[in-house]
């Protein structure tokens, strides 16, 4: 196996456990907040835990689906185009797409850096800085997933392979 595909399932199995982890961090949180609610003793921190969990595993889980390229897309469009239109309009795609995670990896670092000393407001030892850290982070992940499947892109693209269309 080369260097390249050991990487490639590494960083699947990565994002994988991390999506799982946060998914069950996420159901604790919910099913703990639902029963101390139910008993009639609310926890203060429950609902902003359980909306910084789901920004962290929506942006975690959306690099998992760039990797296994599992985003909506219309494949039938750019298979019907000839390779010499096709080349061209995938290359920018691709452009587009990372542009635009990197464009907002900078931007969430800039961010980061607006947020320093604000904490939430139900447990005020953690800082909003940790809890909107998932932006910058998982826009390079997204972007570290883009750049993983470009090879396979490239290979449809100009026709080595065939293009993977789900229906």
């Keep these: 196996?080369?260097?390249?595909?050991?990487?490639?399932?590494?960083?699947?199995?990565?994002?994988?456990?991390?999506?799982?982890?946060?998914?069950?961090?996420?159901?604790?949180?919910?099913?703990?907040?639902?029963?101390?609610?139910?008993?009639?003793n609310s926890l203060s921190w429950y609902d902003?835990?359980?909306?910084?969990m789901l920004c962290w595993l929506t942006y975690y889980?959306?690099?998992?689906?760039?990797?296994?390229?599992?985003?909506?897309?219309?494949?039938?469009?750019?298979?019907?185009v000839k390779p010499v239109i096709r080349v061209p309009l995938v290359i920018f795609g691709e452009i587009i797409v990372i542009g635009f995670f990197v464009v907002l990896a900078w931007m969430g670092i800039r961010v980061l850096g607006?947020?320093?000393?604000?904490?939430?407001v139900s447990l005020p030892g953690i800082s909003l800085q940790i809890t909107q850290s998932v932006i910058p982070i998982g826009a390079v992940l997204f972007?570290?997933?883009?750049?993983?499947?470009?090879?396979?892109?490239?290979?449809?693209?100009?026709?080595?392979?065939e293009m993977k269309i789900q229906h």
């Design 48 to 52: 902003e835990v359980a909306s910084v």
């Design 143 to 161: 972007v570290i997933a883009e750049l993983l499947n470009l090879p396979e892109i490239w290979k449809e693209a100009t026709g080595q392979v």
């Design 1 to 40: 196996m080369t260097a390249y595909k050991s990487f490639y399932k590494f960083y699947g199995r990565l994002l994988e456990y991390i999506t799982i982890i946060l998914m069950v961090g996420l159901l604790t949180v919910v099913v703990l907040g639902f029963t101390y609610r139910w008993s009639g």
């Design 61 to 80: 889980s959306a690099a998992l689906g760039a990797l296994k390229r599992a985003h909506i897309g219309i494949p039938s469009i750019i298979v019907a």
């Design 114 to 120: 607006a947020l320093e000393g604000q904490t939430l």
